[in-house]
């Protein structure tokens, strides 16, 4: 099942690719969504670890930058969930518009590098991970969020801000979240 949030992002990318205008933060940059959880944010400002593509990536995702926003470590291998913004043209031939893309869950061993789908299929009756590797890809997201919003209470405010609920997110994604002292509250506040 799809999360409300990721049906949102793909209604408001629409939105923006039929209008020919970027989505634009408040700050009039352009804003990215994540893939995780659905929050906005300005990649200049809130700063993700990059992404090293490998041939597979960039022929699979695009060449653009990508962020890592969270990954399961087993070993020599890890499993991470990536996105970043794509250039989209528009139907008219005008200026190409930046765009969050829905992100890929990539395995990762050594140099190499296979895509494994999109990260709301980890939610899938047949996932694409397993649970284990989907509770340790979501608490390492946690850790990593925490971070590049600048701690846990600037985190919160913006769950609270962006209006995030638990009916917009998976119940491992509000399992993982509130384990990281988060809370998700049930409903939004009008």
Not at 68 to 88: E, H, K, L, P, Y
């Amino acid at each position: 099942m799809k999360s409300i949030a990721r049906k949102a992002l793909r209604c408001a990318a629409l939105a923006c690719l039929l209008s020919g205008v970027p989505a634009l933060a408040d700050s009039g940059t352009v804003a990215m969504t994540d893939p995780l959880f659905g929050l906005s944010f300005d990649p200049a400002a809130v700063r993700f670890p990059t992404w090293q593509d490998s041939q597979v990536t960039r022929r699979e995702l695009g060449s653009s930058r990508k962020w890592v926003f969270g990954c399961a470590q087993s070993g020599d291998a890890s499993t991470c969930v990536i996105a970043g913004m794509r250039s989209v043209q528009s139907d008219g031939g005008g200026k190409a518009v930046s765009e969050p893309d829905f992100g890929a869950v990539v395995y990762r061993r050594g140099t190499m590098q296979q895509v494994l789908g999109t990260p709301d299929r980890m939610f899938d009756a047949k996932p694409i991970v397993s649970e284990r590797v989907r509770k340790a890809l979501l608490a390492d997201a946690v850790a990593r969020y925490t971070r590049a919003f600048g701690g846990k209470e600037k985190l919160q405010a913006e769950i609270t801000a962006q209006q995030l609920t638990r009916d917009a997110l998976q119940a491992a994604a509000v399992e993982a979240l509130e384990a990281g002292g988060l809370s998700v509250p049930a409903e939004s506040t009008p």
